[in-house]
């Protein structure tokens, strides 16, 4: 899912070490970071998972916007919990494959739904609200890169979490991920992993998890 560390998140976010200290031990609106041995022999390093750079820039957002500690602390466990609802969005224009996995995740508890092209998949993901998106890349019309680019782009679905899959080696995965997937895998997709991967992002987390 990648790691990010203070520095990452203080290059796109404008607060001060001192502030993001507070967020993480005062308000606990993230954990403290892993601390690992610098890969260069430079001292030790905190990462902290991807998704806290953006629940920095989120929480950055609305506090400009004039909202207090408790309100921020309300959105944010209302949104962990949309995103821990086991529904998920297919998009493939293959439809076969995307009745296998609809009737796949349908047997293993989620709720599931289906798009084939890029431009519903917005709209979809919109009205559906699902916590994981499944995403072929290579579509007809809007491509998967521009999807991932929109929804990450909306705060409305900025949260969703985008698994990219292609055979194209046109979309190498730095490029997917830059784009705003959080997960990239080839096809053919081994839909056991597929599922052990879902199921990671929406299972309860205990750093997610904010003091009532």
């Given amino acids: ?4 560390t203070a520095a990452d998140i203080l290059k796109v976010v404008p607060i001060t070490r001192k502030t993001l200290w507070l967020w993480q031990k005062k308000y606990h609106f993230f954990p403290d970071p892993a601390k690992e041995a610098h890969p260069g022999g430079k001292g030790i390093v905190g990462y902290y998972p991807s998704w806290v750079k953006t629940r920095c820039q ?15 602390r309300d959105i944010l466990k209302k949104e962990m919990e949309e995103k821990s609802a086991k529904k998920v969005l297919i998009v493939d224009d293959e439809r076969k494959f995307s009745a296998l996995l609809k009737k796949f995740f349908s047997k293993n508890g989620y709720v599931a739904e289906m798009a084939f092209d890029g431009l519903d998949a917005g709209l979809k993901a919109a009205q559906f609200m699902p916590s994981i998106l499944l995403l072929d890349i290579n579509l007809p019309g809007l491509n998967g890169i521009e999807v ?3 929804l990450k782009a909306n705060p409305k679905t900025q949260n969703i979490n985008i698994i990219a899959i292609t055979a194209d080696v046109n979309y190498p995965e730095k490029a997917v991920l830059a784009a705003g997937a959080d997960l990239y895998m080839r096809k053919p997709v081994d839909f056991a992993g597929l599922l052990e991967a879902c199921n990671k992002l929406t299972e309860p987390f205990d750093a997610h998890e904010l003091p009532l």
């Avoid at 899912?1 to 990010?4: E, K």
């Avoid at 989120?58 to 921020?72: D, N, R, S, V, W």
């Fill in 148 to 150: 991932c680019k929109n």
């Fill in 1 to 4: 899912m990648g790691r990010v």
């Fill in 58 to 72: 989120k929480i950055y957002t609305l506090q400009k916007q004039g909202y207090t500690i408790a309100m921020i």
